[in-house]
């Protein structure tokens, strides 16, 4: 019998492939170990990382070009909208790529539209990284999203090293430059932001839950987008921060359950009182 996995074992299988990329990047590096002991690799593994912090605030007065080399504040951004931020660099050679794909692949069946429900804020934390590559990547991945009409929802962005390390210290990001290579070492996430740039989901890996993006962007509007489904099944899963996605809450559930058990009851109560009169 196939066992049914646990919502960590989950978890650490969607960002598996990170892991690999990371490690790949660090082969090489493994190699040189110092005097102390301690590995190149090691050293620099130990500043990746996602601290989440929910509830703190984007800086609204952080300032960007987007991709058409306008600046733009990251205020301006936040448009009465719940905001997906990822944080990635345009010429990552693997793990920004598949952190893009999957986010685009969970946004194909939402339901929801860039521009309409929610907005999509794309970052660079290369500062070397202009708007016109930017502009570039927004156009790919508008292509494979297949639907072009909803670009005015998506923003590439780049920036200078102070204003970039200021968001990236806001969410908790961290992440290691390597000169040797060239390349910069980080994990990979996806943030949800309420309308006033609050931080209230973190989705981790390269592969993300169609339902629990829905489900961040339902609750970071406060119930302003969605339906009566979002409702109910926010009712029957909550959002856990120590793995990054939705579980079901087993108390409502037994809660509904209890709820169906008595309706039935009643309802088969009904039925033969009406059948004795009959």
Same mark, same amino acid.
């Given at each position: 019998m196939r066992r049914r996995s646990s919502p960590l074992a989950?978890?650490?299988?969607?960002? $598996?492939?990170?892991?690999?990329?990371? *490690?790949?990047?660090?082969?090489?590096?493994? /190699?040189?170990?110092? +005097?102390? #002991?301690?590995?190149?690799?090691?050293?620099?593994?130990?500043?990746?990382?996602?601290?989440?912090?929910?509830?703190?605030?984007?800086?609204?007065?952080?300032?960007?070009?987007?991709?058409?080399?306008?600046?733009?504040?990251?205020?301006e951004l936040l448009s009465g909208r719940p905001v997906t931020f990822v944080p990635v660099y345009y010429e990552c050679p693997m793990l920004c790529s598949l952190v893009l794909e999957g986010f685009v692949k969970a946004l194909r069946p939402l339901g929801f539209v860039p521009g309409k429900e929610f907005d999509v804020v794309v970052m660079s934390f290369d500062p070397k990284e202009t708007p016109e590559l930017a502009a570039r990547?927004?156009?790919?991945?508008?292509?494979?999203?297949?639907?072009?009409?909803? $670009?005015?929802?998506?923003?590439?962005? *780049?920036?200078?090293?102070?204003?970039?390390? /200021?968001?990236?210290? +806001?969410? #908790?990001?961290?992440?290691?430059?390597?000169?040797?290579?060239?390349?910069?070492?980080?994990?990979?996430?996806?943030?949800?932001?309420?309308?006033?740039?609050?931080?209230?989901?973190?989705f981790f890996g390269v592969e993300y839950s169609t339902r629990d993006l829905r489900l961040g962007l339902v609750e970071a509007a406060a119930g302003k987008i969605g339906n009566v489904v979002d409702q109910f099944l926010l009712y029957c899963y909550h959002y856990d921060p120590s793995v990054g996605r939705y579980s079901a809450a087993v108390l409502n559930l037994v809660r509904l359950g209890s709820v169906a058990t008595v309706s039935a009851l009643l309802i088969f109560f009904l039925a033969m009182r009406r059948r004795e009169k009959s």
């Open positions: 989950r978890r650490r299988a969607g960002i $598996a492939s990170a892991a690999l990329a990371v *490690t790949m990047l660090f082969a090489s590096a493994s /190699r040189a170990v110092g +005097a102390t #002991g301690e590995t190149r690799a090691d050293t620099m593994l130990a500043g990746i990382d996602v601290q989440q912090k929910l509830g703190a605030e984007l800086p609204k007065d952080a300032r960007f070009r987007d991709e058409s080399g306008r600046e733009v504040t990251l205020g990547k927004k156009a790919a991945y508008l292509e494979s999203y297949g639907k072009k009409d909803t $670009a005015a929802g998506w923003h590439f962005l *780049t920036g200078s090293e102070d204003q970039i390390r /200021r968001v990236t210290d +806001a969410i #908790g990001f961290s992440y290691v430059y390597d000169t040797r290579r060239d390349e910069y070492a980080h994990a990979a996430t996806i943030v949800v932001a309420t309308p006033e740039g609050k931080l209230s989901h973190y």
